[in-house]
């Protein structure tokens, strides 16, 4: 059976990083993957979406609106944006992180403030992480990613390979233990 994950944040999250730390894994543990991304204005703030098939056979690595098993969202307004591939009986995990989007900074827009709530009131299964939180008191906020990629795998329950191996070999090396130590705290908020 084939599993849809679609990752969502902002430019400069490391959102396209943690797919390729997620891919490297799942194909060592057997798994066929495909992979896709969408940069947005990334470079400006934009949007950064990963779409992520794996099983024992992909064919192709899009996936449509109502068909992901999981979101992850770097950004919880991202969180809501993504809300349309969510399958029914899906799940979502989220960080609390907030990043003001360019219409809401120039107060063209508002940004949404109930999304945890919108969220958990239209999807069951939702799993909020202070990911950002986190990863600021180790030291380096930019390790929010791996942070989210430690829970994404505690919640798909993908033991069986050497996650911080994966990790150590793809993160710059000056930032290899602090993101070991976001890993951990990752599995252990999911």
Same mark, same amino acid.
């Given at each position: 059976?084939?599993?849809?994950?679609?990752?969502?944040?902002?430019?400069?999250?490391?959102?396209?990083?943690?797919?390729?730390?997620?891919?490297?894994?799942?194909?060592?543990?057997?798994?066929?993957?495909?992979?896709?991304?969408?940069?947005?204005?990334?470079?400006?703030?934009?949007?950064?979406?990963?779409?992520?098939?794996?099983?024992?056979?992909?064919?192709?690595?899009?996936?449509? *609106?109502?068909?992901?098993?999981? +979101?992850?969202?770097? =950004?919880?307004?991202?969180?809501?944006?993504? @809300?349309?591939? $969510? %399958?029914?009986?899906?799940?979502?995990?989220?960080?609390?992180? *907030?990043?003001?989007?360019?219409? +809401?900074?120039?107060? =063209?827009?508002?940004?949404?403030?109930?999304? @945890?709530?919108? $969220? %958990?009131?239209?999807?069951?299964?939702?799993?909020?992480?202070?990911?950002?939180?986190?990863?600021?008191?180790?030291?380096?906020?930019?390790?929010?990613?791996?942070?989210? @990629?430690?829970? $994404?795998?505690?919640?798909?329950?993908?033991?069986?390979?050497?996650?911080?191996?994966?990790?150590?070999?793809?993160?710059?090396?000056?930032?290899?233990?602090?993101?070991?130590?976001?890993?951990?705290?990752?599995?252990?908020?999911?």
């Amino acid at each position: 059976m084939t599993k849809n994950i679609i990752l969502v944040g902002v430019g400069g999250q490391g959102t396209i990083l943690t797919t390729k730390v997620l891919s490297k894994g799942l194909v060592e543990l057997g798994y066929d993957v495909k992979m896709s991304e969408i940069h947005g204005m990334s470079q400006r703030g934009g949007t950064v979406t990963t779409q992520l098939r794996y099983g024992e056979k992909v064919y192709a690595p899009n996936i449509g *609106e109502h068909e992901a098993d999981l +979101v992850v969202a770097f =950004e919880k307004m991202e969180a809501l944006r993504a @809300l349309p591939y $969510l %399958k029914k009986g899906g799940a979502i995990i989220t960080d609390v992180r *907030e990043i003001l989007p360019m219409p +809401v900074l120039t107060g =063209e827009e508002e940004y949404p403030e109930d999304c @945890l709530k919108d $969220l %958990k009131q239209t999807v069951g299964d939702v799993i909020v992480v202070k990911a950002a939180e986190k990863a600021e008191e180790l030291g380096n906020v930019k390790c929010q990613n791996i942070c989210l @990629l430690g829970a $994404l795998i505690k919640k798909l329950g993908l033991d069986g390979v050497d996650w911080k191996a994966i990790i150590k070999d793809t993160v710059p090396a000056k930032v290899v233990d602090v993101n070991l130590k976001a890993y951990d705290a990752g599995r252990e908020m999911a």
